[in-house]
């Protein structure tokens, strides 16, 4: 018989969690905190994928986020005792498919002539925490990437998705007839 699978391990009761591979590390370790904002991050983004009715968009977003999975079980394994099966890998192919997708969306909206702020559309706002939780997840990435080295395309595709979550906060405007924010410094 099968072994039910437990969410409580209680493994992480005295402030310590496994890596992939087994390495036992203080929960606020760079690695926990690079991944875990790219959970955070994957969380959002199942939220805007629950509220837009744009079929393309949610099978998209659901792209992303298996993307995004694939990052956490990479920043989540120790190079120096590595899990003992092989892990998926983000590709060149996955950051080409982003930029697609951006200039894409950029044919069909207006230029832009100034800084927008946040908000015009719920759906918009969604995307724009989104992209700063995703903006947040590449600066922890970078600092982790000082001390262990991370795969580069990682942090070319968090550098893009933030791109690319920025273009669809614009293009949730202009598709539910909201009012893009235009910035007025007071000066």
């Known amino acids: ?38 959970d955070e991050l994957n969380s959002f983004i ?3 994928n629950d509220e837009t009715a744009d079929e393309y968009i949610k099978a998209l977003l659901l792209e992303i986020q298996d993307r995004i999975f694939t990052a956490e079980s990479l920043l989540a394994s120790d190079p120096d005792n590595p899990p003992k099966r092989e892990l998926p890998k983000l590709t060149e192919d996955d950051v080409k498919m982003l930029e697609k997708e951006i200039d894409k969306m950029n044919e069909t909206l207006p230029e832009l002539s100034s800084f927008i702020l946040p908000g015009g559309h719920r759906l918009s706002s969604m995307a724009h925490i989104a992209r700063c939780v995703c903006r947040r997840a590449e600066r922890l990435t970078i600092k982790l990437n000082i001390q262990h080295p991370v795969d580069p395309v990682v942090i070319r595709y968090l550098n893009r998705l933030s791109d690319y979550l920025f273009v669809l906060s614009r293009k949730f405007i202009y598709d539910n007839n909201g009012k893009e924010i235009l910035w007025k410094a007071r000066i």
């Not at 437990?6 to 310590?16: A, I």
């Not at 496994?18 to 390495?23: C, I, M, N, Q, V």
């Not at 929960?27 to 790219?38: M, N, P, Q, V, W």
């Open 1 to 38: 018989m099968e072994q039910q699978w437990k969410v409580y391990t209680k493994t992480g009761d005295k402030g310590e969690t496994s890596l992939l591979g087994g390495t036992r590390v203080p929960k606020f370790h760079d690695r926990i905190e690079a991944y875990g904002t790219l």
């Open 46 to 48: 199942g939220l805007i």
